[in-house]
Each structure stands twice: as structure tokens, then as C-alpha cells.
T-cell receptor, first 115, second 111 residues
Framework: NAGVTQTPKFQVLKTGQSMTLQCAQD?????MSWYRQDPGMGLRLIHY???????DQGEVPNGYNVSRSTTEDFPLRLLSAAPSQTSVYFC??????????????FGEGSWLTVV | KQEVTQIPAALSVPEGENLVLNCSFT??????LQWFRQDPGKGLTSLLL?????REQTSGRLNASLDKSSGRSTLYIAASQPGDSATYLC??????????FGSGTRLLVRP
């Protein structure tokens, strides 16, 4: 029972490089989201998706793109990495919206350092 | 704008002690409030969820309460154990897609 799988676990990028953080879930959940966690701060929503083909911006979307071509996958793309994007990134999924009270499942995180 | 605050930021207690973690939020128009546990280098694990119409939820040694009118929630941990050492995060749900998180309380239970 894999749950939410994120890759890579660790990544070091140079300023200006691009990369994709992968997220996959095997629970057939409609809702998926990406958060970033910075020291001393709570998790902040970057982008989210309510189903295949539907994405929208969260609280801190600048510098990131997402797509949702399948129910299972929700990749996060950094277009031109900046040191301010050094953070821990978490992908999450839930069957329906957070208001329903369903359990939200998180991946184990991706540690990204931009130098 | 909703803000979620957790106090204290860090807590160290001897094993066996009962303890309370606090979470406050500025906007009472929430659907639910959740408590999560985060172990170092790991993702978040959901512990308890309280719907806005509820006052508390219990799971084993954990009890979470919600006072929506005052914008407060507490997580009570009974008879703490070293295995309870982790960071505890609370989050309020404002809409179907977004949780707003506090910055967490880092708990250390000393043997």
C-alpha cells in the first residue's frame, strides 16, 4: 500500500536550472496538492488539483507550474530555480475536498536546495 | 486573513507527564481543524480531525478540543512516552482545497 510517493527525496539545483518533483498516489483520490514548508513557518499551499485536467493556484504559486493529466500523478515543475525556492516540498491527496473530513495523506517530502 | 498560531514552539517533558499543546486561529469561519504529527525527515500523519460542529475528538491517549467561537484548539496527550516525540501541527480548513497550518510545536519526551 504505497499511498503518496514523492521523488526525488533530495535534490540540489543551481540557480536558473529547472526540474520536476514527482508525486503519485495509488488511492484514486481526486484532490491533490503541493505545499512547501520553510523553517519556523507552517506549510503553505503552492498549487492544487480537484481532478484530472483541473489545476489552480494556491497561496504561493509564483515560479511553479503543475499539470494533472491522470488521476494518479501531479508533478510540480520549477521553471527557473531561485535560492528562495530552497524548501521542503510535500504532496498531499484526499478523496474529496478537505471540508468533508476525509483523511489527508502526505508524501514523505522532497528536500530541495538551490545554490 | 486567517492566521494560525501554535504555542509553545518547543516543549520538553519527562516521560509519563500529561501535556497540552495549543493552537489558535483568527477567523472562526472554518469547516474543520486537524492535528498532524510530523517525524523528522517524514511527511505529516493525520491524528485527529474535529468538524466545526464538534467540540472534541479522542483517539487513544490523544484528545483534541475545539472552541470555534474563541478561535482555540488544544491537543491533550496523556501519559506521554518517548515515542510521542515529534512535531505537532494544527491546520484549519477554510475551503475544500486549502488547509492553513500553524508552524508547529516540537515535542521532546525524555525517558
Amino acid at each position: 500500500n504505497a499511498g503518496v510517493t514523492q521523488t526525488p527525496k533530495f535534490q540540489v539545483l543551481k540557480t536558473g536550472q529547472s526540474m520536476t518533483l514527482q508525486c503519485a498516489q495509488d488511492m484514486n483520490h481526486e484532490y491533490m496538492s503541493w505545499y512547501r514548508q520553510d523553517p519556523g513557518m507552517g506549510l503553505r499551499l503552492i498549487h492544487y488539483s480537484v481532478g484530472a485536467g483541473i489545476t489552480d493556484q494556491g497561496e504561493v504559486p509564483n515560479g511553479y507550474n503543475v499539470s494533472r493529466s491522470t488521476t494518479e500523478d501531479f508533478p510540480l515543475r520549477l521553471l527557473s530555480a531561485a535560492p528562495s525556492q530552497t524548501s521542503v516540498y510535500f504532496c498531499a491527496s484526499t478523496p474529496t475536498g478537505a471540508t468533508s473530513g476525509n483523511t489527508i495523506y502526505f508524501g514523505e517530502g522532497s528536500w530541495l536546495t538551490v545554490v | 486573513k486567517q492566521e494560525v498560531t501554535q504555542i509553545p514552539a518547543a516543549l520538553s517533558v519527562p516521560e509519563g507527564e500529561n501535556l497540552v499543546l495549543n493552537c489558535s486561529f483568527t477567523d472562526s469561519a472554518i469547516y474543520n481543524l486537524q492535528w498532524f504529527r510530523q517525524d523528522p525527515g517524514k511527511g505529516l500523519t493525520s491524528l485527529l480531525l474535529i468538524q466545526s460542529s464538534q467540540r472534541e475528538q479522542t483517539s487513544g491517549r490523544l484528545n483534541a478540543s475545539l472552541d470555534k467561537s474563541s478561535g482555540r484548539s488544544t491537543l491533550y496527550i496523556a501519559a506521554s512516552q518517548p515515542g510521542d516525540s515529534a512535531t505537532y501541527l494544527c491546520a484549519v480548513c477554510h475551503s475544500s482545497y486549502k488547509l492553513i497550518f500553524g508552524s508547529g510545536t516540537r515535542l521532546l519526551v525524555r525517558p
